[in-house]
């Protein structure tokens, strides 16, 4: 049988490079293509060996021109998808495989993955789709949220029609789509996804052995997954000396859920909680919680100075109307901290065990969730010892997953 090999096509630094450095692992990346390389934090130290094809003067000189064509929101999105694409088959197009007649799989990302796919199935190959969010199901919700608290919206608005046309041609052309969580399986599905395509494959997550260690050009080094093993500190009581500490790290936007969470904050006002939002604010920040005490908001960090956060927290909340999985979670189980969040996302948290699954993403079941941690500050203690990140999101998991796919 001729040998099987990957070619990953990724814009960014997507989920810290996991598919292709789960396909280095199992010997069978072909090659990595990539907008950028080597500088920006796009790089990664397990792909150092690696066959990587990068576009950096290209991509400067698209940067450049589209910033001073005053480019911005999905005319800038779609622009770059764009140019990725035309970047990615004219190289393919001159590609020579490094293992003659070897049987080819092409991995690339949603909303840039078409003209990719066109040219792959030209070749013969399979192809697979790695579906980075819900779809459009999720963008209704985010619509109906930006319709009920429309002073909050900031400046989020829908996507192009030709961008979702794209999106179902991408499908179409996919042998394989990859979902995160069966929360965006149920999603592609009510959007008309074919579900013989679709499985479902949680994010891989490996943590450092050595926190804060960072390579010159890049992330974290990856080693052996390891956990946190210290063990947090809770108090017996919290009160205004000692209150509890909410860390919300990630995009603040309305999709995160963060109305219902200011909601949450405001039926909170007199007990002794402190909320921290780490992250880049994507909508209007009432002035009340702008200016409130026991509310801190920072901007976003470098990916290897938020341990510094989930080290310091009681509990993460993670309040999502959609996602597709949240890497957050598996973040804050690294480092044991309890997590508070809702059903439409990937499921790490184990009601009662590792964290609290909301009923509801709504105000009311967050204070309901903060104050059981408030009164029962060993429950918190009792979550944290059963925090930790479970072999299924290991990257040696997911490259089983990704050569079983294919060679079923």
Same mark, same amino acid.
């Given at each position: 049988?001729?040998?099987?090999?990957?070619?990953?096509?990724?814009?960014?630094?997507?989920?810290?490079?996991?598919?292709?450095?789960?396909?280095?692992?199992?010997?069978?990346?072909?090659?990595?293509?990539?907008?950028?390389?080597?500088?920006?934090?796009?790089?990664?130290?397990?792909?150092?060996?690696?066959?990587?094809?990068?576009?950096?003067?290209?991509?400067? @000189?698209?940067?450049?021109?589209?910033?001073?064509?005053?480019?911005?929101?999905?005319?800038?999105?779609?622009?770059?998808?764009?140019?990725?694409?035309?970047?990615?088959?004219?190289?393919?197009?001159?590609?020579?495989?490094?293992?003659?007649?070897?049987?080819?799989?092409?991995?690339?990302?949603?909303?840039? @993955?078409?003209?990719?796919?066109?040219?792959?199935?030209?070749?013969?190959?399979?192809?697979?789709?790695?579906?980075?969010?819900?779809?459009?199901?999720?963008?209704?919700?985010?619509?109906?949220?930006?319709?009920?608290?429309?002073?909050?919206?900031?400046?989020?608005?829908?996507?192009?029609?030709?961008?979702?046309?794209?999106?179902?041609?991408?499908?179409? *052309?996919?042998?394989?789509?990859?979902?995160?969580?069966?929360?965006?399986?149920?999603?592609?599905?009510?959007?008309?996804?074919?579900?013989?395509?679709?499985?479902?494959?949680?994010?891989?997550?490996?943590?450092?052995?050595?926190?804060?260690?960072?390579?010159?050009?890049?992330?974290?080094?990856?080693? @052996?997954?390891?956990?946190?093993?210290?063990?947090?500190?809770?108090?017996?009581?919290?009160?205004?000396?000692?209150? *509890?500490?909410?860390?919300?790290?990630?995009?603040?936007?309305?999709?995160?859920?963060?109305?219902?969470?200011? /909601?949450?904050?405001?039926?909170?006002?007199?007990?002794?909680?402190?909320?921290?939002?780490?992250?880049?604010?994507?909508?209007?920040?009432?002035?009340?919680?702008?200016?409130?005490?026991?509310?801190?908001?920072?901007?976003?960090?470098?990916?290897?100075?938020?341990?510094?956060?989930?080290?310091?927290?009681?509990?993460?909340?993670?309040?999502?109307?959609?996602?597709?999985?949240?890497?957050?979670?598996?973040?804050?189980?690294?480092?044991?901290?309890?997590?508070?969040?809702? @059903?439409?996302?990937?499921?790490?948290?184990?009601?009662?065990?590792?964290?609290?699954?909301? /009923?509801?993403?709504?105000?009311?079941?967050?204070?309901?969730?903060?104050?059981?941690?408030?009164?029962?500050?060993?429950?918190?203690?009792?979550?944290?010892?059963?925090?930790?990140?479970?072999?299924?999101?290991?990257?040696?998991?997911?490259?089983?997953?990704?050569?079983?796919?294919?060679?079923?």
């Amino acid at each position: 049988m001729a040998e099987r090999t990957w070619i990953c096509c990724q814009l960014g630094a997507r989920e810290h490079y996991a598919v292709p450095r789960a396909l280095a692992r199992r010997s069978v990346l072909e090659r990595i293509i990539t907008d950028g390389w080597g500088f920006g934090g796009r790089w990664h130290e397990e792909l150092k060996e690696a066959a990587v094809t990068s576009f950096n003067w290209s991509l400067i @000189a698209f940067e450049m021109l589209a910033r001073a064509r005053r480019l911005r929101g999905w005319p800038l999105i779609m622009a770059r998808n764009n140019w990725f694409q035309r970047k990615v088959v004219n190289h393919l197009s001159s590609y020579r495989l490094s293992v003659i007649g070897s049987q080819v799989t092409l991995f690339a990302y949603s909303y840039a @993955a078409r003209d990719i796919f066109r040219f792959a199935k030209q070749q013969g190959w399979k192809t697979v789709l790695g579906q980075i969010d819900p779809g459009p199901v999720e963008e209704k919700i985010v619509a109906e949220e930006t319709a009920r608290v429309p002073e909050l919206a900031g400046d989020w608005q829908p996507a192009p029609p030709e961008y979702w046309d794209n999106w179902q041609e991408e499908c179409s *052309l996919a042998d394989h789509i990859i979902v995160n969580s069966e929360w965006s399986r149920t999603c592609l599905l009510e959007a008309g996804v074919s579900s013989e395509k679709l499985s479902v494959i949680p994010l891989a997550y490996e943590m450092s052995e050595v926190r804060g260690q960072k390579s010159a050009c890049g992330p974290e080094r990856p080693t @052996a997954r390891r956990e946190v093993r210290s063990k947090r500190q809770y108090p017996d009581r919290f009160d205004e000396q000692r209150p *509890l500490r909410v860390l919300f790290l990630g995009q603040v936007n309305l999709r995160k859920g963060v109305a219902r969470l200011f /909601d949450a904050i405001r039926q909170l006002k007199n007990e002794p909680i402190e909320f921290e939002f780490v992250g880049r604010v994507q909508v209007a920040v009432p002035a009340d919680l702008k200016n409130n005490a026991r509310v801190h908001w920072l901007d976003a960090v470098p990916r290897g100075k938020t341990g510094d956060f989930y080290r310091t927290a009681d509990v993460l909340i993670f309040p999502t109307l959609s996602d597709g999985f949240g890497l957050t979670q598996l973040e804050a189980q690294a480092w044991k901290l309890p997590v508070i969040a809702t @059903a439409n996302c990937g499921r790490v948290v184990e009601n009662g065990v590792n964290g609290i699954l909301l /009923d509801e993403p709504i105000a009311d079941a967050i204070v309901e969730a903060l104050r059981s941690c408030l009164a029962d500050p060993r429950q918190l203690a009792a979550f944290s010892a059963a925090s930790r990140v479970e072999d299924r999101f290991s990257l040696d998991s997911l490259a089983q997953t990704l050569l079983s796919l294919v060679n079923a």
